[in-house]
């Protein structure tokens, strides 16, 4: 019997080692934007609170601690631990497996009704003993220990019965039940021991069954999503390089020019290359800082800046950059419709990056071999369009497909990822981007700028 009970607490103690990796593993994404990773944390931390109160309830079991008050004292932290932990493995799962907000507190009231009464049972024990009592230094169930048993894993049968209910209603090949077959086995393994638990008190049944529901959620769960995340990083990394390699293109492109012999240009024409080269190099910049900031955070935002922007001259110099980046097989035309001179509050280097964008994509899918950069007023609004005369754009995708979360997606192209950043700096400025298929003029793709004045 007693290399049984010390099987107890050495088997609690390799819990807490593994739960110690986890931790110091995980405590570099601390400061990540790692939402999943990150709401993990608070699981695992509780988690190690609990292996190491039951790992010394296990030296009390085995009498290497002699003291029935630390017993007992112990023993109801064990219990309180428990309805803690078990606590924030339900907010964990239900955070994650995005069941619909009526079934989401349905699970919450019966867990919370459950878990109180354990609460109440501990603390009705200090006064008469319904769960346990120590006896000469011997755990002593007492006639409400099953209860106990009973309100702690009925958590995770409610949690299983709500996961097979979600998994039914999504279908079993949906999306969605990737997440829901996570939930589904990490609620089921801590039923499995605790039906021994309660035969077998004396054994770290839960410790077992929640240690193995941790790694479960940790794997197919953290794991997952941080590849899922790194998928999109890569992504993400791949639009920066081509368009930091389209501004280098400009910048070489327009400084071999000014390397011409003397007098193969005019002053003006000079000028008009350095003011090219000079507003590439601050999209470098720009672009550069934008790498910097989402390597070392993770997030997916852009820093915007206002001032006056010339937009005529905005829509020349990106003309200017395509013609060096993009294959002449399609010529892009300015319509400049706007009042001489006109500028606006806004960032022009992300309405560059915006354009860049647009073109791209117009040049891919338009029919026509010419296409149009129309700049205009319409109602107060500013609108940049990319237009194709023959009001078709072959394959052309709508942008609502591809603005639905699509750098976390690594099923979507690179095309994709482009238009969802466009359409992320877009509402930056103040903007939105989107699809005009009936204007008489053509197909055009309008980026919409409000409140310029």
Known sequence: MSMTNDLYWVSVLGYIVITLTILIRERKYIYHNEKVGRAFMPLVCISLTFFVVDFFWGLCLVKAIRSDAVYYASSALLHVLAVVTTLSWLCYVLQYIRCQRRYRYVIQFIST????SEVVLVIANFFSPVMFRIVDGEYVRCKYA???????????????????????????????????????????????????????????????????????????????????LYQSKTKFLQN?????????????????????PEGSWTDEEREKYNTYINDNYRMLDLLLNDLIEY???????????????????????TLQSLQFAQSKSKQVQLQNE??????????????QQILT???FYGVQFASSDKLLLSAKLNAGALELAVVDP??????????????????YDPDVDDLGVRIELCHRMACLLGGCIYIDTKSKDGARIVLQIQNIL
């Open 113 to 116: 009704v459950l878990l109180l």
């Open 338 to 351: 706007l009042p001489d001179g006109f500028t606006i509050k806004s960032d022009a280097r992300r309405i």
């Open 295 to 317: 390597t070392q955070t993770n997030q997916k935002t852009f820093g915007v800046s206002c001032e006056p922007v010339d937009v005529a001259k905005i829509c020349d110099s």
């Open 357 to 359: 964008h647009l073109l």
């Open 240 to 260: 920066m390089s081509h368009e930091i390699r389209t501004s280098l293109n400009m910048v070489y492109g327009f400084a071999q020019l000014l390397g011409m």
């Open 390 to 407: 023959n009001s078709s754009m072959s394959g052309m995708k709508e942008l609502p497909v591809y603005v639905k979360n699509t750098l």
């Open 146 to 228: 099953l209860v106990t048993a009973f309100n702690i894993y009925s958590v995770f049968a409610v949690v299983l019965l709500g996961t097979l209910f979600t998994m039914m209603r999504r279908g079993i090949g949906a999306n969605g039940c990737t997440r829901c077959k996570a939930v589904l086995f990490s609620s089921l393994i801590p039923l499995l021991p605790g039906i021994m638990q309660v035969k077998y008190f004396a054994s770290p049944f839960f410790s077992m069954g929640f240690m193995l529901s941790t790694l479960i959620l940790y794997v197919f769960v953290v794991t997952a999503a941080r590849e899922k």
